[in-house]
């Protein structure tokens, strides 16, 4: 029977966590993620888990011990945000290229140059090339389902996988969810038995060794193949999950997309309240969709090509900026992605809420007030907008 709650985003995802059950958890503080590592080591002191619970010194020292952990066999996971995530940069592409199956929760902040402790993805943008899986979640509930599936879908492709969601608005805020039953969570991600570990008794085994002209190569493109396989792992994991659940989960939602003829894409919490003005729009009689990614790692472009292919206009929002870049990441992937299969749709990109800057509902309609005029002339007159900027709004 499910489990009706209120929970933070940040106690949910700790709740998911001490139902797992992890071996090991390593971790470092850092706003505002730090709830998260708090609340289990709660768990730990009171019995709740049997985790082995790692304090460490920094976040490169948490990836490392992760790292060392699920090397030796270990169920792994650990949590993170911003500067924190920027840290353990080295060490990310260490788990990944080892392919150890940890799952690493970040929590969306910004990154510094100025000091900020607030939302936007500059953060997990900045990693998007690390080797791991990238799922984002809209609200407090995806954010603990999406734990809940990120190891069974870690240790089915062996790869890393982290869980996104937004600094502040999904991990400080309360909402009603829904909780497993902890049998459940037992049952859904079984017991852990890796084939290949290094404290493995019957089989000697070397992990990371220098790998030079002779061998680097394929192995990198074995971890590229293991990622664009594993997009198919998702969905069998998203199939078992709405099984035990009845909660549906694709690689992306679509929201009264497929009679739309303008839409917005957008990932998080944004979501939301894109969602809110679709509403408002319909019952006007435009014809207004959102499409919300999940999965970002891996990009599952041609299927969002194919659900794009009856628009008129198109904004792909992103809530980062590729500094020196032409566009944001999610703007540049999926329009790339768009071009290899041949859809010309007029699509703009909007740079938005960075260092937390509030998104408003005027700001959604002005986004789909442009996508309206596009949509009569199929002209786009700037391709790069900054929205809700103070001062000079000018584009590219």
């Known amino acids: 029977m499910a489990i009706r709650e209120r929970l933070s985003g940040n106690e949910a995802v700790a709740t998911a966590m001490k139902q797992i059950n992890p ?26 888990v049997t985790t082995e619970f790692i304090p460490v010194e920094s976040e490169h020292s948490a990836m490392s011990a992760c790292i060392g952990a699920s090397a030796a066999g270990a169920r792994v996971v650990t949590a ?9 940069f080295e060490m990310l592409y260490v788990a990944s290229g080892l392919r150890l199956p940890i799952v690493l929760i970040n929590v969306n902040r910004a990154l510094s140059a100025p000091l900020n402790i607030h939302n936007d993805h500059s953060d ?30 870690a240790e089915k492709s062996r790869l890393p996988v982290m869980v996104c969601y937004d600094g502040f608005i999904t991990s400080h805020s309360i909402e009603n969810i829904t909780l497993m039953e902890n049998d459940e969570v037992k049952q859904f991600v079984g017991e852990y038995n890796p084939t290949e570990y290094l404290l493995d008794d019957k089989r000697n085994i070397s992990m990371g060794p220098l790998s030079l002209q002779g061998h680097y190569f394929e192995q990198r493109k074995e971890i590229a193949d293991a990622m664009t396989n594993s997009k198919q792992i998702i969905m069998e994991v998203s199939e078992e999950f709405y ?4 909660r549906k989960y694709e690689l992306y939602e ?21 969602k809110d003005a679709v509403d408002i729009l319909r019952a006007k009689g435009i014809k207004a969709g959102m499409l919300k990614p999940r999965c970002f790692r891996p990009l599952p472009y041609e299927e969002l090509s194919n659900d794009f292919k009856h628009l008129k206009a198109l904004a792909i929002m992103d809530k980062t900026d590729s500094v020196n870049g032409f566009s944001g990441p999610l703007f540049s992937e999926i329009t790339s992605g768009m071009y290899s299969c041949n859809l010309n749709v007029p699509t703009i ?15 959604i309609f002005e986004v789909f007030n442009n996508l309206e005029d596009i949509s009569k002339t199929g002209k786009v007159t700037k391709v790069i907008n900054y929205l809700g900027l103070r001062g000079d709004q000018d584009g590219i």
């Open 349 to 363: 990109n909007y740079i938005y809420g960075l260092g937390g800057r509030d998104v408003k509902m005027e700001n």
């Open 243 to 246: 099984k035990v659940t009845g």
């Open 124 to 153: 997990s943008m900045g990693a998007r090339d690390c080797g791991f899986i990238q799922l984002y979640c809209e609200n407090n509930q995806e954010a603990y389902d999406n734990t809940v599936m990120a190891i069974k879908i």
């Open 80 to 88: 993170t945000s911003s500067q924190g995530l920027a840290y353990m």
């Open 254 to 274: 679509k929201y009264m997309l497929d009679d739309a003829e303008i839409a917005i894409t957008v990932l998080n919490s944004t979501a939301g309240i894109v």
């Open 23 to 48: 071996d090991v958890m390593a971790a470092f503080p850092i706003t505002p993620a730090t709830e998260i590592p708090q609340y289990f080591a709660n768990f730990v002191s009171n019995g709740s």
